[in-house]
């Protein structure tokens, strides 16, 4: 007669040796993405005030257009023709920024900083046309 040894029953989970090298490679995969992700966050925001101030900053020639008035923007002026523009924005202007009711320009240079200490970047503001140029 020959004994028979019962199986002991399988368990079915993950062991915690498993879970915590799961949790750690998960953890490693999150340290690496996240700063990375949000540098391209911070990028893509910046992109999107600066589209928004151009085409704002192009869309003045109609504007004064379809006024018929003349159009005069000095610095608190343009920062109050887009307030959803970050607080930390500093604009100059050399000369306020003049629009015929014709829709003219009599073109400038807009100076805008981005950070408080940080490099200026200038944009010509062409007469006549008021097209923006970096």
């Known amino acids: 007669m020959r004994l028979r040894r019962q199986a002991l ?31 391209w966050i911070a990028a893509v925001q910046e992109r999107g005030w600066r589209d928004d101030l151009r085409a704002a900053l192009q869309g003045l ?18 920062r109050a023709l887009l307030p959803d523009l970050p607080a930390e924005l500093e604009f100059s202007l050399e000369q306020p920024l003049r629009y015929s009711a014709m829709g003219v320009a009599s073109g400038g ?18 007469a006549v046309t008021g097209r923006v140029l970096p």
């Open 9 to 39: 029953p399988r368990s079915r989970g993950f062991t915690l040796l498993e879970l915590l090298v799961v949790l750690t490679i998960a953890a490693l995969s999150i340290g690496f993405v996240l700063p990375a992700a949000s540098r």
């Open 61 to 78: 020639p109609v504007a004064a257009f379809r006024q018929g008035a003349v159009l005069e923007l000095d610095a608190p002026a343009l």
């Open 109 to 126: 240079r807009l100076s805008v900083r981005s950070k408080p200490g940080g490099r200026a970047e200038v944009w010509q503001i062409e």
